[in-house]
């Protein structure tokens, strides 16, 4: 940024060797009379001047040692930079970026500093895998858990001591036995709740916490007279998906206790980016108020459940009423308390560990269930392949019944590892919408000057420089018509590859990393892949879902999100039950 700045200066000085002589603010008045002239006069100079500087770099720069620096993309403002074309339409600006820079990398600057665009896959890797003293993203993750979940600032001393040791803990959500302990507590949920993905139940006591969030009603199909539930399908499956996958980190009691828990938690999604600017709670922007509330309520309750949780594991205490299952808390929560007394971390300091825990397992893949839903649900062609693909391994059986209303049918075998190596197409779809709903951006800060060498694509370096941002942008990959083609086209098996006379094939994520990678990669992507696939599975078996009223499916619009896109578009669908009318 130091460079840049200095750049400017000298440019100025050369056009305007007197400008500094002529500064007094009395003689520059009297020269242009009014005020305002003077200053439009003046910021249209210093646009010029600023675009000139900036545009120097457009080709990019040869540097003493041979590596060139990444092209700089010319601005207009000084200091704020791009943030107008990012605040004004960021995924129009950097895509036609990615037509104007062909070789992975571009520059832009943000308040002076310079961050790094790449989205070259072979460049990407490169950034991925350096050591976090060239490349660091764990400062980043510090800062966040410092000022977005809340980790108290004085502690953060103990939070680096306790680092390795939190780290070592995540073997519970990557590896055997744990992560298999995990998928079979969240299957078991699925199969004691998939039939009551909609109860159609009118009273809202009687509802379940998924249908109270997404004004569920019951409704009559006109052209057949048959009964069939109306809900907006966002918070359905991304609630039915929360309120049933969490407790097998965190365990029963706690959602059974908060079932109002994730509400907040949206909420404070919703304003993440702005929290994580730092502006304090008292700045008049009601997402953010909304969320630091939301923030403080969360944080309670998560006290609350590690006072009992340090009474029941460390004083073999009763923990009282509300806390009578704390057994079945998952492995890595229960992981995490040794580290804690070891480190001797405050209450506070171990709900916001948790808080971010929480954050991380929701805010990606309940919504990505929900593209995925929507995805396989506009195509009725696709739905039944899926569906014929999926019937091994998902198999309902009719309860027998004397009673004149039939009861509902159960999820008997459910097989998450024959859905998650044998369906080829449904995994192929999961990755489809990984490529497509999802626009993460992994962030590293570059503490030293090192030349990126990326494989493919030219395969020159790029020398980076210690104090620049590096940012991937894997959606600019992902998206990137040199790689995919149609790429603003979902298409379920375009990730089924067919090897030697594999007929059945096979799919695999290939170039593109949603789950970022090197040390700070997502650290649940096992667990979400498999989620992904139970959900899905469990739902596309047991319901058929359809716009209400008919017709055809309206694909909702992406809404920015941190990394899987959100949505603003309230789908109202009718669902109905599936095998109870075969
Ligand atoms: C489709 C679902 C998901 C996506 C797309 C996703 C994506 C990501 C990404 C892009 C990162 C940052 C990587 C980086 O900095 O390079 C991340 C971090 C993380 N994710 Fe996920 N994630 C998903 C699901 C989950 C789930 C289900 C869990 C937990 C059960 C989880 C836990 C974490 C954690 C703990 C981190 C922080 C890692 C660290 O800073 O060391 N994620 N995730
Ligand atoms: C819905 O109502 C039925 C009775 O009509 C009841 O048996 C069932 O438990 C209710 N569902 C929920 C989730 O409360
Ligand atoms: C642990 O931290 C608390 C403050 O949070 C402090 O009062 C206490 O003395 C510390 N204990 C040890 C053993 O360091
Ligand atoms: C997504 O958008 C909806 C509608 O604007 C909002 O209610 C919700 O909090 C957002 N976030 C998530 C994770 O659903």
Not at 151 to 164: A, C, N, Q, T
Not at 267 to 286: E, K, M, N, Q, Y
Not at 405 to 424: H, K, Q, T, W, Y
Not at 539 to 554: F, L, N, R, S, T
Request: hydrophobic share 40%; charged share 25%; net charge neutral.
């Amino acid at each position: 940024m130091e460079r840049l700045d200095q750049s400017e200066r000298s440019v100025l000085d050369d056009l305007y060797p007197n400008a500094h002589a002529s500064t007094a603010p009395g003689s520059l008045h009297a020269y242009f009379g009014s005020p305002t002239a003077l200053l439009a006069i003046g910021l249209i100079l210093l646009l010029l001047v600023t675009r000139a500087a900036s545009s120097r770099n457009a080709v990019a720069s040869k540097t003493s040692e041979d590596a060139k620096s990444p092209p700089a993309v010319p601005y207009w403002l000084p200091l704020i930079g791009h943030m107008p074309n990012m605040a004004y339409d960021a995924d129009g600006f950097v895509k036609n970026l990615r037509s104007r820079f062909p070789s992975g990398v571009f520059s832009l600057n943000f308040f002076g500093g310079r961050h790094n665009i790449l989205y070259g896959p072979g460049l990407a890797t490169a950034l991925l895998n350096q050591k976090q003293h060239i490349a660091n993203s764990e400062e980043v993750s510090r800062r966040l858990l410092n000022v977005i979940f809340g980790f108290p600032k004085s502690e953060l001393h103990k939070y680096d001591e306790g680092l390795p040791d939190m780290m070592a803990c995540y073997k519970h959500l990557l590896s055997e036995p744990s992560l298999s302990d995990l998928v079979k507590q969240t299957a078991r949920r699925i199969q004691g709740t998939i039939v009551d993905l909609v109860t159609g139940n009118e009273s809202l006591v009687d509802q379940t916490p998924w249908e109270k969030t997404s004004n569920t009603y019951l409704a009559t199909d006109e052209r057949s007279g048959e009964p069939v539930v109306e809900a907006s399908l966002l918070p359905l499956i991304r609630d039915y998906a929360a309120q049933t996958a969490n407790p097998s980190l965190i365990g029963s009691d706690f959602f059974a206790n908060y079932p109002n828990f994730l509400d907040d938690l949206w909420v404070f999604d919703r304003a993440f980016l702005l929290l994580a600017t730092g502006l304090p709670r008292w700045i008049p922007i009601p997402a953010l108020t909304k969320a630091h509330l939301a923030r403080r309520r969360m944080l309670a309750k998560l006290e609350i459940f590690h006072e009992a949780m340090e009474k029941h594991y460390e004083n073999g205490e009763d923990a009282g009423t509300n806390w009578g299952s704390l057994d079945d808390v998952g492995s890595l929560v229960k992981a995490r308390m040794a580290v804690y007394r070891k480190h001797n971390w405050s209450i506070r300091g171990r709900a916001a560990t948790e808080l971010s825990l929480l954050w991380a397992a929701n805010a990606n893949s309940d919504t990505l269930i929900f593209w995925m839903i929507n995805r396989i649900y506009a195509d009725k062609t696709l739905l039944e392949k899926i569906r014929k693909e999926i019937a091994p391994y998902v198999v309902f059986v009719e309860m027998p019944s004397d009673l004149p209303i039939a009861e509902p049918p159960r999820l008997e075998r459910f097989d998450v590892d024959g859905l998650s190596n044998n369906c080829p197409l449904l995994k192929s779809s999961y990755i489809e919408s990984l490529r497509l709903d999802a626009a993460p951006w992994s962030f590293r800060v570059i503490k030293e000057d090192f030349v990126l060498q990326g494989r493919g694509e030219g395969a020159e370096g790029w020398r980076l420089r210690k104090g620049d941002c590096a940012h991937i942008a894997h959606d600019l990959h992902s998206t990137d018509p040199k790689y995919f083609d149609d790429p603003m086209v979902w298409r379920a098996d375009r990730h089924v590859k067919y090897e030697n006379d594999d007929k059945h094939g096979a799919a695999d994520m290939g170039s593109i990393r949603p789950y970022g990678g090197g040390a700070s990669m997502c650290k649940g992507r096992a667990f979400a892949f498999k989620q992904s696939m139970m959900y899905t599975a469990a739902i596309v078996a047991m319901w058929d879902i359809e716009p209400a009223g008919g017709g055809p499916w309206k694909m909702p619009r992406h809404k920015k999100s941190t990394g899987v896109y959100n949505t603003s578009d309230d789908t109202r669908v009718w669902v109905k039950a599936r095998l109870l009318s075969e």
